[in-house]
Nanobody, 121 residues
Framework: QVQLVESGGGLVQAGGSLRLSCAAS????????MGWYRQAPGKQRELAAR???????NYADSVKGRFTISRDNAKNTVYLQMNSLKPEDTAVYYC???????????????WGQGTQVTVSS
C-alpha cells in the first residue's frame, strides 16, 4: 500500500497564497500521475490539477493561471502552489496518486486524508 500525507492547508485572506505538499510512502515501484482534487461543502469532488510522471500538467479552468502543480520524483512528492486565492477556492484538498507496487502489477490508486483550505473575503 501507498500512503499519501498532505500538508500546507490553512486559512488565508482572498488574494493570498498557500502551498500544499503531498508525500507518498510505502510499497512503491513507480508512481504515474499525481494530482490534487478538491471538495467544497455540498459539492462533488473535482479535479484541481494533475501532473504525469513526465511532467505534463492539466488544470481545471477555474484555477488556470493561479495554481501551479509540480512534483519531485526523487522524493515522491507533489506540490500545489496556489496564488490569488478566492473564497470559492475554499474546500478540502485531496492528494491522489496512481502507482504500482511491482512492475507487473496493474495501476492502483491512493488518496490522502485531505487538508482544509479556507479563503476569507
Amino acid at each position: 500500500q501507498v500512503q499519501l500525507v498532505e500538508s500546507g492547508g490553512g486559512l488565508v485572506q482572498a488574494g493570498g497564497s498557500l502551498r500544499l505538499s503531498c508525500a507518498a510512502s510505502g510499497s512503491i515501484f513507480s508512481i504515474n500521475a499525481m494530482g490534487w482534487y478538491r471538495q467544497a461543502p455540498g459539492k462533488q469532488r473535482e479535479l484541481a490539477a494533475r501532473i504525469t510522471s513526465g511532467g505534463s500538467t492539466n488544470y481545471a479552468d477555474s484555477v488556470k493561471g493561479r495554481f501551479t502543480i509540480s512534483r519531485d520524483n526523487a522524493k515522491n512528492t507533489v506540490y500545489l502552489q496556489m496564488n490569488s486565492l478566492k473564497p470559492e477556492d475554499t474546500a478540502v484538498y485531496y492528494c491522489n496518486a496512481d502507482y504500482k507496487e511491482r512492475p507487473w502489477d496493474p495501476l492502483l490508486e491512493s488518496w490522502g486524508q485531505g487538508t482544509q483550505v479556507t479563503v476569507s473575503s
